[in-house]
Every structure is written in C-alpha cells, then in structure tokens.
C-alpha cells in the first residue's frame, strides 16, 4: 500500500488531531472557535487526499493531540493505535502479529519505518516531543507503492518544519525518578524562499525505576542522559521546485532505553543445579551462578539438602554481596533485583542527514528522497544473582589431582555484552501524476544499502581457568582466551534491496474508483561470521578433585557443524548448505569462521475498490500481497544457517463516516493468511540451549479495528480506539512413530520446548506415544507472539475558557489482553492482561505564549505489559531440583512500561 501520509494544509482556525480529528479545546483556546471534527489532508498513495478517502486503515497522531492527550511515548503511540504493539527493549513493531521476531540484524523489520519519508532501522524517534515531530502515523498493512518492501505496515514520523516568520520556544520538564529535561527550538527566513530551523534537547533522568539489592550498584530502568540536535532547510527558489534537508546527531548514555532493564523475572532461583542449561545465554557451558547458595557454609539449608539428595557435589562455602538477600527479590517485589554487574547502555555517533527534491512538472511531479544514519551502540549486563564467589569441596588425590592445586573458587560474575555498528542509505524516485484526470499514476523505485557488525560475547574476567583451554578432547592446549570467553558469535553482513513499483486507479463515476499496483523486490544478502565455546563445567560437574586445575574446554569444533566428522557442513557427503558461501575454518585464534550469503527476489502487489456513496460515506476493499526475504540464523555456524522467504495474503475491507462535524467513525476488517513465518526457536543440545530459526507454513491474524472522534457538545472530546485481533498457528505436527521415537514430516511444526523439554507442563501437546526424554509437540491453536486479542484506549478531555487563558483536563483509560512471548502458549510464556489511568491538565494563555502542564501516568501504579517474553525453565529452585517427570522450575520474564510518573511541564515561545 502507500508508504507514507504527509500532513499537508488545514483550515487555520482548526488544529488537527487523530484521524482526521481537530482537538477542539486545543483551537478554542488558540482562537474560541467552537469545537468540531475536519478533515485532516494527507499525502496517500503518492497522492494529496483527505484521510476520510484513504483506502487503508491507519491511525494519525498530531502534535496537537499528543500535547492534550498526553501521547508522549511509544507506549502511549501503542495504547492508541489498533492492532499495534512494540517491544522496547529489542525496538521491534509489531501490526496485526506481524512482526520481526527476532533479534538477529538479519532477520528484516516488517513493519517499516520512516522519518520524513526516509527509511530507516527502527522507530526510535517514536517518542520525539511535539516540538520536534508534527505528526505521527500508523499504517496497517503491507507496503507496495513506494520506500522499502514490508509485509506488516509502516511507521511515519514526520518533523514540524522551519517557517517563514520568525518563531522561537523553550520547553522545560521537572518529574519523579529526578526527571530533568529541556528542549529548545527556532526558526525563520533567512532569504526569499530559504527558511531553516534549528532545535535540540537535553534529557535526564537520575534514578531508575528498579532498585539494585546489591551494595553500591545504581538503580536501572530508564536511567539516562540523552542529547539531541538537528538542523533543517526548506528551499523553495519559485514554484516548480522545493528542497528540503535535516541533519542530525544524537547520543546516549546509562542504564536506559533499548536493551535497558525494562523489567524483571518472578520466581526462585536456581540454587539447586550446579549447571542449568536455561539460565541465561551459553549458560550450560558456565557454573550457574547461584549455585553457590547449595553451600554447606554460609548457604540456604533447604538448597544444600536438595542438592545433596540429587547427588550433586555443594560447594563448601559461598560469600554474599548482601547477606539478607537469599532468594531473587523480584519474586517478592518487581523493583528489585540483584546483580553484581549491572546495566550500561550508551550510544554513540548516531548522526544522520536526509532530503527531500520535488519538481512540478507539467501534470505530474518528480521527488526525490534519500539520506544516510548510522549508529554504535553498546550494551553490557551481568547476571541475576547476589553470589559474590563459592567455593567447590577439594581433596588431593594423588595421580589425580594437579600439582599445585588447591581449592576452587568459582566467581559468577558473568558479564555479557552486545553491540550493533550500523549504517545505512536509502534512495527513492518517483514520478506522479498531478491532475484532474480520472485515471491517475505512480512509478518509481527504491535503493537501500546496510552495512552491519554485531557481535555477541559471554565472559567471566574473574575466572582464571578460562585464559588458557585445552582442546575439546583435553588431550592439548587450545587456542589462548585472554578475553575469558564463555560464548562468543558475531556476523558482519552487507544488504542491498532495490525495488521499482507502480500504481494506476481510475474513477470510473463519483461513486466508484478502482486501484492496482505491483512491486518487484530484490535482496542481496551477504557477509561472514564467527563463533567459539570454552565449556567450564564439564569437568567440574564430574570431580571435585581438580580443585583449581580444573581446565576449561574448547567445545568450539562440537558446537560449531566443523566437527569434522561425516556429518559436517563442510564434508564432502554434506556439501555447502543453503546460503553458506565459503568452506568453514577454525582458525589459530581458536575462532570458527565462515561465508553466508543468498539472494531472493519477489514480486507482490495488490488492488482495491472504493465506494463513496454519499459526500460522508466511504468505504474500500482491498487484497494485498506481502514479502519478506530470508533471513541468517547468523554468528553459531550451524549447519542449515538460512529460512525460507515470508509471505502474507491480506484481505481487509473499511468504512469511514463523518456525521456533520461532531463524530467520526473508522472501521476496517482483515484476513491475514499468513505463509512461513520465520520463527526463532531454541533447541536441547546436551547441557547447552542452541538457537535454530525455522518456518512455520501456516498461520492467520483476523479481527476488526475501531477508531472513533466524538465531539458532543462545545469543549468536550471524546477518542476512542478498539482492535480484536485473533491469531493463530494453523500447521499441526505429525509424522511416524518408530519405538517411541517421532520422526517429523516434511511440512509439519514439530517443535521442543527447552523450558518443557518432556511436555509436561499444563498446555503441552505432545505428539502422542513418544518415549524419549525430550518430546516433540505441536504449537497448532497457538497465538501469534505479542498480538493481544483485544485491545480498547479512550479519553475524554474538557475545556475550560477564563479571560487570562484555557485549562483543558484529560484522562484516559487503557486495557490491554494476555499476549503470549513465543509460539508454545505456556503460562510460563505470557504476559497477563492489564488496564491504565492517566490523568493530564493543560494551561495555555491567550495568544499561546506559554503553556502549563502537570501530568500523571499510570495513576494506580499497575504493572503494565509492554510485550511478553519467552519464560525460564530452569532445572531447579531454591528449595528442590526438577521433578523427575520432567517439570522444571517454571518463571517468567516480563516487560513493563513504567511505574507511577508525574511532573511539569512549561512551554514559552519567545515568537
């Protein structure tokens, strides 16, 4: 569908809001007019046309609405727009269940996003005051005309531009958490035609919103300080031309924004199991790091019985950071946690410049947009634990034990890093048709090339042994390990993606018009990886006679599919896979490396039919087809690194209503048939989880979507939005069954659940009669993940009007259903459902040169699910080991929005 929906011109007297919507009691005060509903003109499909006869569904957010309203995050962007979620900590959108599922830089964001019709990454800038972004939009569907290919939609975040008289306004916020931001912007002709604009902001917040149990460390959650500045040039030298340009640098730094803690894991720890294979990333091949309360000494007696009647070898004694905390404060209380490391999360060089050329030609218009961003970002975290070190019991044996060696203390501090160096640039022509014809055109084509590093590591820089492995039989030293690395991947790749579309409608009366278009994608990707295991348990978890010459294990050869052995990917009985380019090597440095590489391409389209029957009266039906090119299991050299392309048939009908100037009503259905989602799994491999990404042949999303403008009487408006959304995974599991052993069919969705393995959690759907200890089941009836079933915001704002200037009050209420992490629909995986309260008040004086405004969100506090994440099945708990049966120790993992939030605001504008 249409890429983008520009704000262009309204009646100056009415300020607009949502969906077509003027926030009546923001123009009264600007001008007492009376309060009513217009038309909001957009830029649609290429073309100026009024959003009441855009045959998409798609909701519009203004600066004017966000400012009464209170949409200021990308929380609030969520609450309100049907059929949207986002995830936070890994910046992923999803619109309708359509949505990139996994981390991995391969993998392509569905739903696209733009800034000024510029495609970039991710829709960071979502949450952008309104005095740096006009307007906001989201488009539900998938993208053919125009920018990058995208099954699920589109993000448009479009900036307030530079004027032509002079203009000047500084806005000042003070709230809880040491909330202290401040943003500043001017504007204004500098030349006949040549206007420009600068602005900026600096924000910090001095505490988060999550308490560190361990002595000295800072508070996480949204801690942070971040800078930002741009600069704009809007040119228009005569009537047939127009260039306009924005420059930009920004950084960041601190326990705050994407990657951040943004959350917590209830439940108990496990402090029964010497080595937990699910405990955090690469952890089978690490000592659990809260294995230490298992101690004789200094330990919990319930663990230490526990394990010792599981046959495991305690520790001796453990030290505490906190001696009081025994057990994950989270499980008790969702604003605490314990780790020794911490959060730090910083970006630097995130600098961008972008543009945009318009020619008015004769009868049709030619534009140009492109740009260039990039960024390095850095995230680094430890564990959850309170364990300082332990101590492992040790006895001489000799003939056995090392010369020299003593005791072995184990130091948990599991430190983790990952970092995304990325850049990209991105070009689109078109050329469009410009008069009053019935029949009206769009072609163009689009370019975009990326380049990114992203690697990956786990290390522990306390535990002397890992320096220096030997080799994965212990027979000889390994490649050294000064970086005391536990796990490490990384990839760097390149993207090119080009793309030519087109579309024509014509009107065939007043009553009827009729759309095609048609897009051609191609996708290049290609680029290497690398990857190596040091395992420092397996010998520890058999003797504790070692002591401290325990050696660590370069696993890297049995990790890796370079083994060397019949099976590998490399041997001549194998070949080269599916999008593996080059022979794999493990180099001198110990690291395993290789070539991945592949190349699709598609061609997708759709077409539609409008009815206006009445002036009021519009409604629209409409088939798309949708694409997303294969992605990279990238950075673990596995063995079949690649997917299948993703592919998606929509069907969605609309109708919109005006009645009069007082209520507006948006209405749209969808059918989403849904082919080879490219799904991230984990897998059981010996003590270890592995990721493996898989296609999953069918699945649907289908719903209905509601957005209402009320305006009852003068000064009162009533916003409300609804989405019912109903996802499911359609494809079954089956295959034979040879001596309790299941071996699956090709085409069916047989999958192993590392936080299940035996299936026998509540929800489970073991394929029935297998006998082995890990047991497939089907995921068939399961929902897709972060697409809540239903979905309801409303807010009712009133204004007041005295001589010395206008108080607008506002409040909303927001409920959001269950929504499900992963495909295996488990308790363990969901996040429940939950409702919010925020209340707002709006001081504006006579003429609009200040404003005042207080706010509260989340006025009760509640915890607010941003999206749900897949749980932990760890092998024990703080009291027992797994039961035999299988069941493990079951926790979840939740994302939240932030707790209770208040302050102030003030706005003055000097112009």
Not at 234 to 248: I, L, M, S, V
Not at 329 to 339: G, H, M, R
Request: proline share 6%; hydrophobic share 35%; glycine share 10%.
């Amino acid at each position: 569908m249409t890429k983008n929906l520009l704000l262009m011109t309204c009646a100056s007297s009415a300020l607009v809001l949502t969906a077509g919507a003027s926030y009546a009691a923001t123009a009264a005060a600007t001008d007492n007019s009376t309060t009513n509903v217009t038309e909001l003109v957009v830029i649609a499909e290429k073309h100026e046309t009024s959003l009441q006869k855009v045959p998409v569904a798609v909701s519009v957010f203004t600066g004017a609405q966000r400012d009464a309203i209170g949409i200021n995050t990308v929380a609030d962007v969520t609450n309100f727009a049907p059929g949207f979620s986002y995830d936070p900590a890994n910046v992923h959108a999803f619109i309708r269940g359509v949505g990139r599922q996994s981390v991995n830089v391969t993998n392509d964001q569905r739903v696209a996003n733009y800034e000024d019709e510029f495609y970039v990454y991710s829709p960071y800038g979502l949450d952008k005051s309104s005095l740096f972004l006009s307007q906001e939009q989201i488009e539900r569907g998938p993208q053919n005309v125009g920018g990058r290919n995208a099954e699920g939609g589109s993000i448009d975040m479009i900036s307030v531009r530079p004027t032509d008289q002079p203009y000047a306004e500084v806005r000042a916020t003070l709230g809880n958490f040491g909330t202290e931001n401040i943003e500043a912007a001017a504007s204004g002709q500098i030349a006949p035609g040549l206007d420009v604009r600068i602005a900026g902001s600096d924000k910090n917040q001095e505490d988060g919103y999550y308490t560190n149990t361990v002595p000295g460390m800072p508070t996480e959650g949204n801690r942070i300080h971040e800078w930002y500045g741009e600069a704009q040039v809007d040119w228009k030298p005569n009537d047939q031309f127009e260039f306009w340009a924005r420059g930009f640098a920004e950084g960041w730094d601190g326990s705050g924004d994407a990657g951040s803690r943004v959350g917590f894991t209830n439940g108990d720890w496990d402090e029964t199991s010497l080595v937990d294979g699910n405990y955090y990333v690469a952890s089978g091949l690490f000592i659990n790091p809260n294995y230490g309360y298992a101690a004789d000494i200094g330990g919990n007696p319930a663990a230490n019985a526990a394990a010792k009647a599981a046959g495991e070898i305690v520790p001796t004694s453990v030290s505490l950071y906190s001696p009081n905390v025994r057990n994950n404060p989270s499980a008790t209380n969702s604003s605490l946690f314990a780790d020794p490391v911490g959060t730090t999360v910083k970006i630097n060089d995130y600098d961008n410049f972008n543009y945009a050329a318009t020619y008015h030609a004769p009868g049709f218009d030619i534009k140009y947009t492109g740009g260039i961003q990039g960024y390095n970002y850095h995230l680094a975290y430890g564990p959850a634990t309170n364990v300082k070190s332990f101590t492992m019991p040790f006895e001489d044996i000799p003939g056995v034990t090392p010369a020299g060696a003593s005791a072995l203390t184990i130091y948990p501090q599991i430190q983790q890093t990952y970092e995304e160096d990325d850049y990209w640039t991105a070009h689109d022509l078109s050329f469009q048709s410009t008069t009053d014809s019935p029949f009206q055109w769009t072609v163009g084509g689009f370019g975009y090339y990326q380049h990114y590093n992203q690697p990956y590591q786990v290390s522990d820089p306390s535990q002397p042994q890992l320096a220096n492995p030997l080799n994965a039989t212990g027979t000889a030293l390994a490649a050294p390990n000064p970086l005391h690395q536990i796990f490490f991947y990384d990839y760097n790749f390149n993207v090119q993606s080009y793309g030519g579309y087109g579309q024509v409608s014509y009107k065939l009366n007043d009553q009827l018009k009729i759309t095609g278009d048609v897009r051609y994608s191609s996708d290049d990707k290609y680029g290497g990886e690398a990857a190596r295991y040091i395992d420092f348990n397996a010998l520890l978890a058999d003797s504790p006679f070692l002591g401290t010459g325990t050696p660590s294990l370069d696993i890297t050869p049995l990790e890796t599919c370079l083994s060397g052995n019949p099976n590998d990917c490399n041997s001549a009985a194998h070949g080269l896979g599916k999008g593996v380019t080059s022979m794999g090597v493990i180099g001198a440095n110990g690291y395993a490396t290789r070539d991945l590489g592949i190349k699709s391409d598609a061609v997708t389209g759709g077409a539609g039919l409008e009815w206006t029957p009445t002036s009021d009266i519009f409604t629209y039906a409409r088939y798309d087809r949708g694409y997303a090119s294969p992605s990279f299991n990238a950075g673990l050299i596995l063995a079949n690194p690649v997917t299948q392309s993703e592919d998606i048939n929509t069907y969605q009908i609309g109708y919109k209503e005006s009645f009069g100037k007082s209520l507006l009503v948006d209405l749209a259905a969808f059918y989403y048939d849904y082919e080879n989602l490219q799904l991230p799994i984990t897998i059981p491999d010996g003590s270890l989880t592995s990721a493996e990404f898989i296609n999953v042949p069918k699945s649907l999303s289908t719903g209905v979507e509601a957005e209402v403008y009320w305006t009852p009487v003068n000064n009162l408006v009533v916003t409300l939005s609804y989405s019912y959304d109903y996802t499911s995974i359609k494809t079954k599991c089956f295959g034979s069954l040879t001596a309790g052993v299941l071996t699956p069919a090709s085409g069916a969705t047989c999958l192993l659940d590392t936080n299940d393995y035996a299936a026998v959690e509540p929800g489970a759907k073991p394929f029935p009669g297998q006998t082995t200890a890990n047991r497939y089941q089907g995921i068939n009836g399961s929902p897709l993940p972060d697409s809540p079933e239903n979905k309801v915001a409303v807010d009712v704002a009133y204004t007041w009007h005295f001589e010395p200037g206008s108080l607008t009050l506002s409040g909303d209420y927001v409920y959001r259903g269950e929504q499900d992490g992963t495909v295996f629909n488990r308790f363990y995986d969901n996040a429940p459902g939950w409702d919010d309260v925020d209340f707002r008040a709006l001081w504006k004086s006579p003429g609009d040169r200040y404003e005042v405004i207080g706010y509260v969100k989340n006025a009760f506090n509640t915890l607010q699910y941003t999206v749900a994440e897949a749980g932990a099945g760890l092998a024990g708990s703080a009291t027992a080991v797994a039961s035999p049966t299988g069941a493990q120790n079951e926790v979840n993992n939740f994302e939240l929005n932030p707790p209770r939030t208040f302050g102030v605001e003030v706005r003055y504008k000097f112009f």
